[in-house]
């Protein structure tokens, strides 16, 4: 059970070294569905790693700093006809290789371009990127999106999969480009291999497509990295109650002060005058004073829940495999939160502030 007398407040909570690291959101390149990841200074590890629980693709996150950055524009036309030239934005990256993760130098130089003339990301020396990458088993395979942490400038390169579209639609040309001209040879059997072609080469295309997708994907995996993502997802959940309830907190404590200036004015004026005015004020603040210890216990309740969530991560992540019973753990602490939440809903319409003020 929770134990209210322990309950800290928002600002010894904000001062604790055991409050938890916000959870990263980010969306998915591919179906724009949100993918988490912990904070890097929670997790010890050289990138994180995520899954879509959407398409199930494998994700992993890397931060890197700039040493250097460089951008220029090329021109170029598509033929002689063409009046107007075409432009591209061209980018080098020089980065530090953070944790000696890529013992390959392959991401100590980075370098990619962008259609139009517009600068769609910019950095300075000392900058922090975040780049995501598609995984193929461990290895970092694609660079998908990228994101300066200082500006907030972000952009997406490519989504996933792109390159198995175009093999198989390489393979499928190549199928139909053997076809047709036994086709044109044979008139009388056109029809007949006409029709198979185009199933044909269908069919090999979407094979080498699922082949490829097959090897983008570690089966073996699937279901840690999808039970490790719905934990996170609970945490970014956890986060934003935890927001919620600092709102209501401030709010709260900015309306008690407010009430009690007030109350103070009319003690100082005619108390005979305003005692009606004074006892209503009086039950308010009473009122609201045990809203804030019910919120400030269900902001406790809350980041225990979120540390449960990142020990049973951070042990997932060491033993490769997900500890038993994590849900009943989880479910039980938040039945007692769904309790005190209740308690906290109708002690809130018992004092609606609004109407306080307006009896007053």
Known sequence: M???????????????PLAPSMTLQISCPACRHSVYFPSFEECDEDFLEGICLKCDYRYALVRTEVASFNSYLESSYRSKYNKQPEYRRVYQLRLY????????????????????????????????LLL???????????????????????????????????????ISKFALAITVPLCILNPTTNKLLLAAAAPTAAGIGTYATMRQRLKERDRQELGRLTSEQQLLSQKHEMEQQILKLQQELNANKKLIRRLKNLQQKMLSAQQELYSRQIDITSKGIDKIAQQIKLSEELLYG???????????????????????????????????????????????????????????
């Open 302 to 360: 809350y980041c225990q829940i979120i540390r449960m969530i990142s020990i049973e991560y951070e042990t997932s992540r060491i033993a490769q495999v997900l500890p038993e019973n994590v849900g009943e753990k989880i479910l039980r602490q938040l039945d007692e939160l769904k309790a005190i939440e209740l308690k906290k809903q109708e002690m809130a319409a018992q004092v609606d502030p609004q109407k306080l003020l307006q009896e007053i």
């Open 97 to 128: 290789d953070v944790g000696n993760l890529y013992k390959n130098n392959l991401l100590q130089a980075l370098d990619f371009s962008t259609l139009g003339r517009e600068e769609r990301i910019s950095a300075v020396a000392g900058d922090k």
């Open 2 to 16: 929770l134990q209210k007398e322990f309950c800290p407040t928002v600002s010894q909570l904000s001062r604790s």
């Open 132 to 170: 995501l990458y598609l995984m193929q088993g461990k290895v970092l395979k694609d660079l998908l999106w990228l994101e300066n942490s200082h500006t907030g400038e972000n952009y997406l390169l490519r989504k996933p999969g792109a390159r198995a579209k175009s093999l198989a639609f390489n």
